[in-house]
């Protein structure tokens, strides 16, 4: 049960988030503020958001699966590690060479406004369902553990993510992210030393004897075969969603070419740290927690609590609250995502090239804001409906989403700056391609299942048998897909004129360099420094004050540490902010981008 330290530590952590959304309201001017941040936002606030896109699963579906097979989660997170070094080498300059507002903007310079309305209709439900799916997981997910109510739960996450996003536009959807790296990562800290201090495990070398020798050896539950096939997919899905020109939005935030570079190196070193923190709980719940369906009945997965039972038994009171808030946190890091952009889709590409193509920028932000109102309640919708049924475990749930809806519409859009000699067709054609074959391997599964793996198919595990749909989903879209891509190719010789020079502007920017020039972009920035400084200062500030809660020692350390922490990033913004000057802007964007 949470204590009412506990909800004091989640109100403070809300009213940070909202205090955000409200200071930098004013930052938004036009739709190039509100949806990119006038593309000047210094790249490691921009590194962070991309960053914390993994989401509350980390410590949910990512920690039942933990529970379940030990080390193996990691070949997911090391699998994003390979994607984003593939983002370093390749696409990261050519994302900022884009010089758009919105990545459905790139899709029509690519392949022109049909293949980008197209992409508008489909791409929208399948956000909203993502966010929906992502609300309602967090909200079963708080309910269930901390016995507070489903729907209040969700709809309070669902309305602070669409405050946030509808006062601040991207100025604050980047500041939250960024503090929220700080917050989830100092807990994460704290949450791995207490469970590691637990008398029954007795540190990392007790851990490692007393948890089953399974959990070190993949192949020891696992087929080796169906092991290698599943990392290949999961490689190649992460490497093609990565370098998806819908993943571009972060990179347009930034100053210039050398910046976007710059900017994955946080992810990378993130990623490749992060997960050997984050599993250590639900490692010791192994050992601890050896029967987490009595200790959760009421949760479809009992696995996913294994994270927050170590903390629950670990954490002094306050604490919790803080756990509750992080995980609140990597939620709504992918919610405002999904809002920010996908609001930028329907106003920049549908509202104003076909309801209204003579509104001025003015109107534009006042549409942008009444419809991230309406995604955001149509999202809350969707988590709501979701409550009514039941969905499979969240790990399970998050793949499957991903190989059967999103990969199909990503190949094109990973390949479309590879491969430009496509006809204008080839975009929303292989799209098509692949959703067709997402389907048919859904409905031929019990068939093909004994055909390509006779040896196993008489004993295979439920849970071979969802990894095994898994990866023939991933290999079957992406074979459609990119055979179909290239095949259009042939028929480029065939495009229009407009076609041809649609693809000679889109190269001309590619191949040149966004560099820096005089503006006033750190002038700019001060009032994000400013709220970054005074927001991290006083919530440090706060937490410090949790140490005065009557509990032991290592639990008043814990909040010492994580106020520390939120204090000096609260200290070095304050200072960034006093000395920040005019200076040159980076990245002159070209024509038809403020």
Same mark, same amino acid.
């Given at each position: 049960?949470?204590?009412?330290?506990?909800?004091?530590?989640?109100?403070?952590?809300?009213?940070?988030?909202?205090?955000?959304?409200?200071?930098?309201?004013?930052?938004?001017?036009?739709?190039?503020?509100?949806?990119?941040?006038?593309?000047?936002?210094?790249?490691?606030?921009?590194?962070?958001?991309?960053?914390?896109?993994?989401?509350?699963?980390?410590?949910?579906?990512?920690?039942?699966?933990?529970?379940?097979?030990?080390?193996?989660?990691?070949?997911?997170?090391?699998?994003?590690?390979?994607?984003?070094?593939?983002?370093?080498?390749?696409?990261?300059?050519?994302?900022?060479?884009?010089?758009?507002?919105?990545?459905?903007?790139?899709?029509?310079?690519?392949?022109?406004?049909?293949?980008?309305?197209?992409?508008?209709?489909?791409?929208?439900?399948?956000?909203?369902?993502?966010?929906?799916?992502?609300?309602?997981?967090?909200?079963?997910?708080?309910?269930?553990?901390?016995?507070?109510?489903?729907?209040?739960?969700?709809?309070?996450?669902?309305?602070?993510?669409?405050?946030?996003?509808?006062?601040?536009?991207?100025?604050?959807?980047?500041?939250?992210?960024?503090?929220?790296?700080?917050?989830?990562?100092?807990?994460?800290?704290?949450?791995?030393?207490?469970?590691?201090?637990?008398?029954?495990?007795?540190?990392?070398?007790?851990?490692?004897?007393?948890?089953?020798?399974?959990?070190?050896?993949?192949?020891?539950?696992?087929?080796?075969?169906?092991?290698?096939?599943?990392?290949?997919?999961?490689?190649?899905?992460?490497?093609?969603?990565?370098?998806?020109?819908?993943?571009?939005?972060?990179?347009?935030?930034?100053?210039?070419?050398?910046?976007?570079?710059?900017?994955?190196?946080?992810?990378?070193?993130?990623?490749?740290?992060?997960?050997?923190?984050?599993?250590?709980?639900?490692?010791?719940?192994?050992?601890?927690?050896?029967?987490?369906?009595?200790?959760?009945?009421?949760?479809?997965?009992?696995?996913?609590?294994?994270?927050?039972?170590?903390?629950?038994?670990?954490?002094?009171?306050?604490?919790? #609250? *803080?756990?509750? =808030?992080?995980?609140?946190?990597? &939620?709504?890091?992918? !919610?405002?995502? +999904? %809002?920010?952009? @996908?609001?930028?889709?329907?106003?920049?590409?549908?509202?104003?090239?076909?309801?209204?193509?003579?509104?001025?920028?003015?109107?534009?932000?006042?549409?942008?804001?009444?419809?991230?109102?309406?995604?955001?309640?149509?999202?809350?919708?969707?988590?709501?409906?979701?409550?009514?049924?039941?969905?499979?475990?969240?790990?399970?749930?998050?793949?499957?989403?991903?190989?059967?809806?999103?990969?199909?519409?990503?190949?094109?859009?990973?390949?479309?700056?590879?491969?430009?000699?496509?006809?204008?067709?080839?975009?929303?054609?292989?799209?098509?391609? #692949? *959703?067709?074959? =997402?389907?048919?391997?859904?409905? &031929?599964?019990?068939? !093909?299942?004994? +055909? %390509?793996?006779? @040896?196993?198919?008489?004993?295979?595990?439920?849970?071979?048998?969802?990894?095994?749909?898994?990866?023939?989903?991933?290999?079957?879209?992406?074979?459609?897909?990119?055979?179909?891509?290239?095949?259009?190719?042939?028929?480029?010789?065939?495009?229009?004129?407009?076609?041809?020079?649609?693809?000679?502007?889109?190269?001309?920017?590619?191949?040149?360099?966004?560099?820096?020039?005089?503006?006033?972009?750190?002038?700019?920035?001060?009032?994000?420094?400013?709220?970054?400084?005074?927001?991290?200062?006083?919530?440090?500030?706060?937490?410090?004050?949790?140490? *005065?809660?009557?509990?032991?020692?290592?639990?008043?350390?814990?909040?010492?540490?994580?106020? +520390?922490?939120?204090?000096?990033?609260?200290?070095?913004?304050?200072?960034?902010?006093?000395?920040?000057?005019?200076?040159?802007?980076?990245?002159?964007?070209?024509?038809?981008?403020?």
């Amino acid at each position: 049960m949470l204590s009412i330290y506990d909800y004091l530590a989640i109100a403070m952590y809300f009213g940070l988030i909202f205090s955000a959304g409200l200071l930098l309201r004013r930052q938004s001017k036009n739709t190039s503020d509100y949806f990119r941040a006038g593309g000047g936002i210094p790249w490691w606030i921009t590194g962070a958001a991309l960053f914390m896109n993994f989401s509350a699963w980390t410590f949910t579906g990512a920690a039942g699966e933990v529970y379940k097979t030990g080390t193996f989660v990691l070949a997911l997170y090391y699998s994003n590690v390979v994607a984003f070094i593939t983002v370093w080498v390749w696409s990261c300059r050519r994302f900022r060479r884009l010089r758009v507002i919105t990545w459905m903007e790139a899709v029509e310079a690519r392949f022109g406004r049909p293949t980008q309305q197209f992409y508008t209709w489909v791409k929208i439900p399948i956000l909203w369902l993502v966010g929906g799916v992502a609300l309602y997981a967090v909200a079963v997910f708080m309910s269930s553990v901390f016995d507070v109510n489903l729907v209040a739960t969700l709809v309070a996450c669902g309305v602070l993510v669409t405050l946030v996003s509808f006062f601040g536009g991207a100025w604050a959807v980047a500041a939250n992210d960024f503090i929220q790296m700080f917050l989830v990562m100092a807990i994460a800290v704290v949450a791995a030393v207490l469970a590691l201090r637990q008398p029954g495990v007795g540190g990392i070398g007790g851990l490692i004897h007393r948890v089953p020798k399974s959990y070190f050896d993949w192949t020891a539950q696992t087929p080796v075969g169906v092991i290698s096939a599943w990392i290949i997919a999961m490689s190649l899905m992460n490497i093609l969603m990565f370098n998806s020109v819908e993943n571009s939005p972060k990179f347009l935030m930034l100053r210039s070419d050398r910046e976007a570079r710059r900017m994955t190196i946080i992810p990378i070193i993130g990623l490749t740290v992060g997960p050997v923190i984050w599993i250590i709980p639900s490692m010791t719940a192994i050992v601890t927690h050896p029967n987490l369906h009595q200790q959760f009945p009421h949760l479809q997965h009992p696995s996913e609590a294994a994270y927050v039972a170590v903390c629950l038994a670990t954490m002094p009171r306050g604490m919790i #609250g *803080l756990l509750v =808030s992080a995980i609140f946190a990597a &939620t709504i890091t992918s !919610l405002d995502a +999904v %809002l920010n952009q @996908g609001v930028g889709v329907v106003v920049r590409n549908f509202y104003l090239p076909i309801v209204n193509p003579q509104a001025g920028e003015k109107q534009l932000l006042q549409i942008s804001k009444l419809t991230t109102l309406a995604f955001g309640a149509i999202i809350i919708s969707i988590g709501v409906l979701l409550g009514e049924g039941s969905i499979p475990g969240l790990f399970t749930l998050t793949n499957q989403l991903a190989a059967s809806l999103l990969l199909p519409m990503t190949v094109p859009l990973a390949l479309c700056l590879i491969y430009l000699r496509t006809p204008s067709w080839s975009g929303w054609s292989a799209a098509v391609v #692949g *959703l067709i074959a =997402s389907g048919l391997i859904k409905l &031929t599964f019990p068939v !093909l299942l004994p +055909v %390509l793996l006779p @040896g196993l198919y008489r004993h295979i595990t439920p849970s071979e048998r969802t990894d095994a749909f898994f990866f023939l989903t991933t290999f079957g879209v992406i074979g459609a897909g990119t055979a179909w891509f290239l095949f259009t190719g042939l028929f480029y010789r065939s495009s229009s004129a407009e076609h041809v020079a649609r693809i000679e502007a889109l190269r001309r920017n590619l191949n040149t360099p966004v560099q820096e020039h005089i503006a006033d972009t750190r002038t700019k920035n001060r009032p994000l420094y400013k709220v970054l400084g005074l927001l991290g200062t006083m919530y440090g500030v706060a937490i410090c004050l949790f140490t *005065l809660i009557p509990n032991g020692v290592s639990g008043r350390m814990g909040f010492l540490f994580c106020g +520390v922490v939120m204090l000096a990033l609260g200290i070095i913004m304050l200072r960034k902010s006093r000395n920040t000057d005019s200076a040159p802007r980076s990245g002159a964007d070209g024509p038809g981008c403020p």
